[in-house]
Nanobody, 113 residues
Framework: QVQLVESGGGLVQAGGSLRLSCAASGSAFLITAMGWYRQAPGKQRELVATSGGSTNYADSVKGRFTISRDNAKNTVYLQMNSLTPGDTAVYYC?????????WGQGTQVTVSS
């Protein structure tokens, strides 16, 4: 089992930046990939960025968001720059371990215009 706890969400003006963090506990040493998804009101959850054998970004965030991992701390980060109102969503931390998906509780990111 893996537990994921996110932090760092909040309210920011358009053009601003936020940094999300997600700390994994439990059998975190078995995690093979971690990343971030988001879900806006009335929309499906979508991939933002993942980090495993390779790093992947949604086209909508390329060049603005950066995912990074600190394996010693079992933590994944999402640096979000040049935020727009379109980035407003609940952001969920994700981890993959032994072909199972684990999710955090989500953290709200709101970007005002």
């Amino acid at each position: 089992q893996v537990q994921l706890v996110e932090s760092g969400g909040g309210l920011v003006q358009a053009g601003g930046s936020l940094r999300l963090s997600c700390a994994a506990s439990g059998s975190a040493f078995l995690i093979t990939a971690m990343g971030w998804y988001r879900q806006a009101p009335g929309k499906q959850r979508e991939l933002v960025a993942t980090s495993g054998g390779s790093t992947n970004y949604a086209d909508s965030v390329k060049g603005r968001f950066t995912i990074s991992r600190d394996n010693a701390k079992n933590t994944v980060y999402l640096q979000m720059n040049s935020l727009t109102p379109g980035d407003t969503a609940v952001y969920y931390c994700w981890a993959s371990m032994r072909f199972r998906d684990y999710w955090g509780q989500g953290t709200q990111v709101t970007v005002s215009s």
